[in-house]
């Protein structure tokens, strides 16, 4: 009797356990999706998602997983796939999306929706933004489903429309009228990566804040006159100093919980003069011998440490002889999450310090703030472990100094993380990033990203029996 009894015990558990997929398999029916979806033109603008849509819904609807469309343009529609938990935990949503920017077809070696592959990689647009995502949580929810895994929180996909630039058909519209079918305790997307040096993964960035995207502009103004005879007080004479003046400034240093651990871990796995530096952004004596080393060397690093200011478009003029009445430039300013709009146009307006020059806010898509997520949660504690197993790697949690549609769900509480492959450190400075015209991913990546998000899914959503 007693062994009948441990026999049943021992069935409950292994049928708790999720089975292991044929990764063989997995991987030639990843690269497979993964290329059909980058073979769709979905620019944004104009954005063309719908072809991708269709291909995803009858993908997964052909497995049995049910799909809703919720659109509010028909050409762009977000596509929500659901598989049913028992319900006792809260949701889990992955979010990827389908468009992407645009391209200049002449400036690539391979046509950009071609996917084709040479020497290893898959290149064209999308490659690492973001169908990479798009196709492996694909997977995920077609692996969920074939094998029967149990779970104890419903699993969401949601495959959004114009995150590259059209965020009001998109997770706005999903967020603002639809925020029942994606509502979800944590989220996965993208917005991280692991870093990959000499071909050797050395850390994972792991997204659990983002900067929010405003636009500040310096209006000059002065008199109009004869190109031939300079005015001290010209317009443009007065844009440029207001110009240099913010460019010289630099807000005040600081810290977070998410930049705080991030300079501190990175301190740990850096060479003696690089960890020292970390080091030094937590020090106020030390801090502003380390930001001007950044400001330098590692601008990225220095972007993490405040609010920034980036002169990028300046007009004033229209003929060589005629001194304009009016010149603008246009800043791009990343706020810390934290950081009052309004209070920091007043700084920036001290810093002008010229009542000639009107500073103002200026119109773009912005993002709404959140609160940062999580560095004790389930979800960053499995994805750190899911690092270990399959990059032999730590992990980062970072705040991205750009801007991602999870912003949108972090404002609702949505406790959110962006993940994603390893990458080449050189590769965006060679121009084989994100945006660039040679835009690629390794394959051997691609798969070893599947298998982590796989790990990290069925720890978070699987049964406990099944966390490992």
Not at 157 to 162: S, W
Not at 181 to 186: G, L, R, V
Not at 276 to 295: H, S
Request: hydrophobic letters at 40%.
């Amino acid at each position: 009797m007693l062994r009948l009894a441990s026999v049943i015990a021992l069935l409950a558990i292994t049928a708790q356990q999720p089975r292991t997929p044929d990764w063989t398999t997995v991987e030639a029916e990843t690269l497979r999706h993964f290329q059909a979806l980058m073979r769709f033109d979905t620019s944004d603008p104009p954005g063309r998602e719908r072809e991708a849509v269709d291909y995803l819904k009858k993908v997964l609807e052909a497995e049995g997983i049910p799909t809703q469309e919720f659109t509010l343009e028909s050409h762009r529609p977000n596509l929500v796939a659901r598989l049913k938990g028992n319900g006792t935990k809260r949701p889990l949503l992955l979010m990827a999306h389908t468009d992407t920017v645009n391209v200049y077809p002449e400036r690539w070696t391979f046509p950009p929706f071609s996917a084709t592959i040479d020497g290893g990689y898959v290149y064209g647009r999308g490659a690492v933004d973001d169908k990479d995502n798009v196709a492996t949580s694909l997977m995920v929810m077609l692996l969920l489903k074939r094998l029967n895994v149990p779970l104890d929180r419903d699993v969401i996909f949601l495959a959004e429309a114009g995150e590259e630039g059209s965020t009001r058909i998109g997770i706005q519209y999903m967020v603002d009228q639809h925020l029942s079918s994606i509502d979800a305790e944590y989220c996965l997307a993208e917005g991280g990566n692991v870093t990959r040096m000499g071909s050797v993964a050395k850390f994972a960035q792991v997204q659990t804040l983002e900067k929010r995207p405003y636009a500040i502009e310096l209006v000059a103004r002065g008199p109009a006159g004869h190109g031939s005879i300079p005015l001290e007080t010209s317009a443009v004479t007065r844009l440029a100093q207001a110009v240099a003046a913010v460019t010289k400034w630099q807000p005040e240093i600081r810290l977070n919980e998410t930049t705080s651990a991030f300079f501190k871990r990175l301190a740990e796995i850096s060479e003696p003069a690089a960890a020292e530096r970390y080091r030094a952004v937590a020090d106020p004596a030390k801090a502003a011998a380390a930001d001007e080393y950044f400001r330098r060397f590692e601008p990225r690093m220095a972007a993490m440490l405040r609010t920034t200011v980036a002169p990028n478009i300046v007009a004033g003029g229209n003929r060589i002889n005629v001194i304009p009445s009016e010149a603008i430039a246009t800043l791009d300013t990343r706020l810390l999450p934290d950081e009052d709009i309004n209070k920091f146009v007043e700084q920036v307006r001290a810093v002008v310090n010229d009542p000639a020059v009107e500073v103002r806010l200026g119109t773009r898509d912005t993002r709404p703030g959140g609160v940062e997520a999580r560095i004790d949660s389930e979800v960053f504690k499995a994805i750190e472990s899911a690092t270990r197993v399959h990059y032999n790697a730590p992990t980062l949690p970072s705040m991205s100094t750009g801007a991602t549609d999870m912003a949108y769900l972090r404002a609702k509480g949505i406790q959110c993380y962006g993940i994603g492959p390893a990458l080449d450190i050189e590769d965006g400075p060679k121009g084989f990033g994100a945006h660039s015209d040679q835009e690629r991913i390794l394959i051997s990546e691609l798969h070893r990203f599947m298998r982590m998000y796989w790990d990290v899914v069925t720890a978070v959503a699987g049964p406990q029996s099944a966390v490992r």
